[in-house]
């Protein structure tokens, strides 16, 4: 048995004329997740309906945008199409699969179904047509009822820290694989299921997810007030903590997530202020501290004190300012001239043995004076 494509057609009374039979889906609403197709019958054979389980040879059966169809044979999947069409049901012709964007998974999956069991021809006694809903679900919100820890960590200011955040916004997610939702999840549905069957387990198991999707986050160096920006990566983590639960149980996966506000304790808050300023501190008094030692360093520069000074420009600029610095250099290298040139700390030249030149200025008669006028013969200082 199989499908086989009927052409692209309109749905209409011509293809109510033709078929004998006709399985189809108007639309499914945003809160319905799977419902039974119901058999159509019209014309000449209105009054031959047969069983609503059993599907005759050469029926047709519909399928929209946004839905896939699954045949059922005695408790077995044995029928996939997500592409949208009109398509023959035929007996003789081999199983087919349409998969549409469903993607290659599905595939996979029945592929791990046993093959289904030889009938010799005959149509099984149960056959049914599901409709899945493969749209985006949306407009789930949540919240985190109890604090989550995030990692705060900026290497560059040597930044590492535990926080207590709370998160709420909305996700949305879709049936990514429609046979494992079957098969786990759903089984042989009576009419319609819905999406609050299963939307408080969802939401649980998503809230469990967070906290490791979360903490991966902090691998990028975010604040807290960052996180909103990074709901791309949210899904991936996401997902990668659901996919036993979600992808490979059910055929879920996460669409999209939308953080709408992060908040966290005022404590928490000012710890990570606190840490920032203390690690910037710590950086300007190392950045300090390496300034005035290249000062030192030039002080005894054999080449002149200023040649090393030059150096150290960029970092004097980067502690905020020169005055301290230059301070601390003249401190540093305050001594007298010798004649020949050399620079001394004691009472005599240690190049050439003169002696230290006393301070002041000499006068002709011979005093030594420290204004602008002798105070011996009230000579003028020269010029």
């Not at 749905?11 to 189809?24: A, I, N």
């Not at 990514?176 to 098969?183: E, H, S």
Request: charged share 20%; glycine share 12%.
């Amino acid at each position: 048995m199989g499908l086989i494509r009927a052409g692209l057609r309109a749905v209409s009374s011509t293809m109510k004329d033709q078929w004998k039979e006709f399985f189809y889906c108007e639309g499914l609403d945003d809160d319905v997740l799977v419902v039974k197709g119901t058999k159509q019958v019209n014309g000449l054979f209105a009054g031959n309906r047969g069983s609503d389980n059993i599907i005759s040879n050469g029926s047709g059966i519909v399928v929209n945008e946004g839905q896939c169809m699954i045949i059922v044979d005695n408790g077995q999947v044995v029928e996939v199409c997500a592409e949208p069409g009109e398509f023959t049901y035929d007996t003789s012709s081999e199983p087919s699969l349409f998969h549409g964007d469903l993607g290659d998974a599905i595939i996979k999956t029945l592929e791990t179904i046993k093959n289904r069991f030889e009938m010799g021809g005959e149509i099984g006694k149960d056959q049914r047509v599901y409709y899945f809903n493969t749209k985006e679900l949306l407009d789930n919100k949540f919240g985190t009822p109890n604090p989550i820890m995030f990692r705060v960590v900026d290497s560059k200011v040597g930044l590492d820290l535990d926080v207590s955040i709370r998160m709420a916004g909305v996700y949305s997610y879709r049936i990514a694989d429609p046979v494992l939702f079957y098969t786990n999840v759903t089984g042989n549905v009576a009419n319609v299921y819905t999406r609050d069957e299963i939307d408080a387990q969802l939401k649980s198991e998503f809230l469990s997810a967070l906290q490791p999707a979360v903490g991966k986050l902090s691998a990028l160096e975010l604040r807290p007030n960052e996180i909103v920006n990074h709901n791309l990566e949210l899904e991936q983590y996401l997902n990668q903590a659901l996919s036993s639960k979600w992808s490979q149980l059910r055929g879920l996966e996460v669409v999209n997530v939308a953080i709408s506000t992060v908040t966290l304790p005022e404590e928490d808050a000012k710890a990570i202020k606190d840490a920032q300023l203390e690690s910037r501190y710590a950086n300007q008094d190392l950045a300090r501290a390496a300034a005035v030692g290249a000062i030192k360093d030039a002080a005894k520069n054999p080449g002149g004190a200023m040649t090393g000074i030059v150096g150290v420009g960029a970092v004097t600029g980067a502690v905020g300012g020169l005055e301290g610095l230059f301070q601390g250099k003249q401190e540093t290298v305050n001594g007298w001239k010798c004649s020949c040139g050399k620079v001394n700390d004691g009472n005599f030249c240690s190049n050439c043995g003169s002696p230290k030149p006393a301070a002041g200025w000499t006068c002709t008669c011979g005093t030594v004076n420290d204004g602008n006028f002798c105070s011996n013969c009230g000579g003028k200082k020269p010029e």
